[in-house]
C-alpha cells in the first residue's frame, strides 16, 4: 500500500509504476483505492465511473479498469457537500458531518466485497491511501488508509514530496500521530519529486531513519514533462494573467502556436481532457479565469463541470459570459460535456441534482438541458455528422471518448448533431451526440477524452489553424504512444529509485534484476496460501 504524508505528494503515480513494474516482472497486478475524492473521473468497460487514476494505474498493470478498483468515489459539489458514488453509481449527495460521522461505514461492506473480488483475480494489489494516514479528526472513520491496510494485511510505503519542502517533518509527524500497531505496517518511506544534489540530502535521511526506526528505500527524481494525469487540481496550472505569454521559438507569425484558452471553472471536471493538447507543439494552451486571456484566443473551451449552474453564474459574475458570446460570433468555441448545456439555451434542475432551479445559459447553441437523477457513463466510438470542422473538410470522421453526466439535452428543430455514437459498453447502442452550428465553427459534444484520439485531435488542430490563416502544425504527437512512453519512463525511473528486492521481499514475491537473477521466494506465507 502507498501511504502519503499529504495530499499530492505523487502516491498515484507511484502506485502506477509499482502496477507497470510488477507487471513487467510477469506479474497479474492490479490497483486498488477504497475511497478516492476526485472530480476526474472514468468509464470502465461496465459502464460505470472510477476515479481516474484508478483508471491510469489499472493502464499501467495492462488490465482493464474495473468498478472494484475503486468502489467509492466522492466528488465535492462545494465546500460543504459532495456526490457519493459507489459502484460506480449515484449514491446521493450529503455534507461533510454527514459523511464521516454515519454515512462512510454503510460502505465498508462495499468496500470490503470489492477488495476480495480482485485479491481473488491477482497476484499483487497496489492499493493507494488518500491525503494523510494521520488525519487525526477523521481517522475513526477513515476507510482509505490504515484501516483498509489492515483488512487486506498490506505491506505500506509511505511517500513523502520534498518539493514542497518540509519532507522530513511531514514524514517524522505522520508516523508520531500513528498507533504502534499503525507504524509497523509502514515498512519503509521513499523522498518523491527531488531536485539537486543528492549528496546534500543524505545527511537528513540518515538522522531520519535513525529517529523512526525506519529504512529509507528510495528518492524518486522530480520527472519533467510527464504526460501522465495529475488526480486533482493542485496541479493544474490557473493563470489570472491577461496576455498570453510570448513563445519566442516561432519567429514568424504564421508558424506561432495555436492560442487555446480553456476556461477554469470552479467545479472544473476531468480537466485531463486537455493532456493531450498541451502536448502537441503547435499549442499554447491555457487554462484561463480573465475576459482578456478568452478574447486573445484562437480557440476557446468551455470544459465539464460538476456544478455547471454555479459555474455558469460564476462565468456571468466575471463578464466571461459576455466575452464567450462574442467569440463565438467570429472565433472557434467548444464546450464539452457541462460546457457544452452552458452553451445552450437553459438549464433546468427540477430534482435539485446540482442546484434546484433554472438558469439562462449563453445562447450560443440550439438546445436546452434538464438534468435528471440517472447519470449517463459509457465509453463511445462514432462520427461527426457535418462534412466540415471549423469550415475545413473533414477526411476522417471518426470520434471516442467516454460519457459521464447527467442531464438529458433538449434540441431545437435547427439544431444539427456534432456526432452519431455507438457504445462499446453494455449501455444502448447508436446515439446522436452534440450539437454544432452550421457553420461548424462552434461544437459542443459530451465526450471526454475526445482530443485523447490522434486523429481526430490533429484534424481538430488543423482545421483550427487553417480558420485563423496560420501554417500546417509542423509536428504532431501520437498521444497513445507519449502515454506508453511515459508508462515506461514513469515505471523505470521509480524502479532505479526504490529498493525493488526490499518491495517484492514485503510481499513475497520474486524480483528479477538487471541480470536477470532471482531473489529466493519460497515464502512460506505464500506457499501456506495466506493472502496477501
Known amino acids: 500500500m502507498v501511504l ?42 461496465e459502464g460505470l465511473e ?49 459523511y464521516h ?10 468496500v470490503r466485497e470489492s ?26 472513520h477513515d476507510i482509505a488508509n490504515m484501516r483498509m491496510a489492515e483488512m487486506a494485511d498490506a505491506r505500506c510505503l509511505l511517500v513523502g514530496d520534498i518539493d514542497r519542502g518540509g519532507v522530513f517533518a511531514s514524514l517524522l509527524g505522520t508516523l508520531e500521530l500513528l498507533e504502534s500497531e499503525e507504524r509497523e505496517r509502514i515498512r519503509g518511506f521513499a523522498i518523491n519529486k527531488f531536485r539537486g544534489d543528492a549528496s546534500l540530502l543524505e545527511p537528513g535521511i540518515r538522522m531520519i531513519e535513525q529517529r523512526v526506526q525506519k529504512p529509507c528505500i528510495g528518492v524518486v527524481p522530480y520527472l519533467r514533462s510527464l504526460m501522465l494525469e ?32 480553456v476556461v477554469a471553472l470552479p467545479s472544473f471536471s476531468n480537466f ?49 459570459d459576455v466575452a464567450v458570446q462574442q467569440l463565438s460570433r467570429t472565433g472557434l468555441l467548444v ?23 433554472s438558469v439562462p445559459g449563453l445562447g450560443v447553441l440550439p438546445i436546452r438541458t434538464i438534468m435528471l437523477a440517472d447519470k449517463v457513463t459509457r465509453n463511445v466510438r462514432g462520427n461527426m455528422v457535418a462534412p466540415t470542422l471549423f469550415g475545413q473538410p473533414v477526411t476522417d470522421s471518426r470520434v471516442s471518448g467516454y460519457e459521464i453526466h447527467i442531464g438529458q439535452t433538449v434540441y431545437q428543430a435547427v439544431a444539427t448533431h456534432f456526432a452519431v455514437l455507438g457504445a462499446e459498453s453494455q449501455s444502448p447502442g447508436d446515439q446522436s451526440d452534440g450539437c454544432m452550428t452550421a457553420d461548424t465553427r462552434v461544437f459542443g459534444t459530451y465526450l471526454h477524452g475526445l482530443f ?36 515506461n519512463r514513469l515505471a523505470g525511473e521509480v524502479e532505479k529509485a526504490l529498493d525493488m528486492k526490499m518491495i517484492f521481499g514485503w510481499v513475497g514475491l520474486a524480483y528479477k534484476d538487471d541480470n536477470g537473477s532471482t531473489r529466493e521466494n519460497l515464502v512460506r506465507s505464500r506457499i501456506e496460501g495466506v493472502p496477501q
Open 115 to 140: 477488495y476480495a473480488t480482485l485479491a481473488a483475480q491477482y497476484d499483487v494489489i497496489i492499493l493507494e491511501g488518500a491525503g494523510s494516514p494521520a488525519e487525526i479528526n477523521l481517522k475513526r
Open 272 to 320: 485531463t481532457d486537455f493532456d493531450s493538447l498541451r502536448a502537441e507543439p503547435s499549442v499554447s494552451l491555457l487554462f484561463c479565469r480573465t475576459a482578456e486571456a478568452v478574447a486573445q484566443a484562437d480557440v476557446v473551451i468551455l470544459p465539464g463541470s460538476k456544478q455547471t449552474m454555479d459555474d455558469l453564474l460564476w462565468m456571468r459574475d466575471l463578464g466571461l
Open 335 to 357: 464546450g464539452i460535456c457541462g460546457g457544452m448545456q452552458m452553451l445552450g439555451e437553459s438549464i433546468t434542475d427540477p430534482l435539485g441534482m446540482e442546484r434546484e432551479g
Open 4 to 45: 502519503g504524508t499529504s495530499s499530492h505528494v505523487g502516491k498515484s503515480l507511484v502506485a502506477a509504476a509499482l502496477c507497470r513494474i510488477f507487471a513487467q516482472q510477469g506479474y497479474r497486478v492490479a490497483p486498488f483505492k477504497s475511497q478516492n475524492m476526485s472530480l476526474n473521473s472514468a468509464a470502465t468497460v
Open 452 to 487: 485523447d484520439d490522434d486523429g481526430f485531435r490533429h484534424q481538430f488542430l488543423r482545421a483550427a489553424r487553417a480558420f485563423h490563416k496560420l501554417g500546417a502544425p509542423a509536428e504532431l504527437r501520437l498521444w497513445k504512444q507519449l502515454r506508453e512512453e511515459s508508462l
Open 50 to 98: 472510477i476515479g481516474r487514476a484508478q483508471a491510469l494505474q489499472a493502464e499501467a498493470a495492462g488490465v482493464a479498469a474495473s468498478v472494484h478498483m475503486n468502489p467509492v468515489l466522492i466528488k465535492p459539489s462545494g465546500d460543504n457537500s459532495s456526490q457519493v458514488v459507489v459502484c460506480g453509481k449515484i449514491c446521493g449527495r450529503v455534507t461533510a458531518a454527514d
Open 101 to 110: 460521522q454515519r454515512r462512510v461505514e454503510e460502505l465498508m461492506p462495499v
Open 230 to 261: 495529475e488526480e486533482d487540481s493542485l496541479g493544474l496550472p490557473i493563470t489570472m494573467q491577461t496576455q498570453w505569454p510570448p513563445n519566442t521559438s516561432f519567429d514568424r507569425a504564421l508558424d506561432r502556436p495555436l492560442r487555446v484558452a
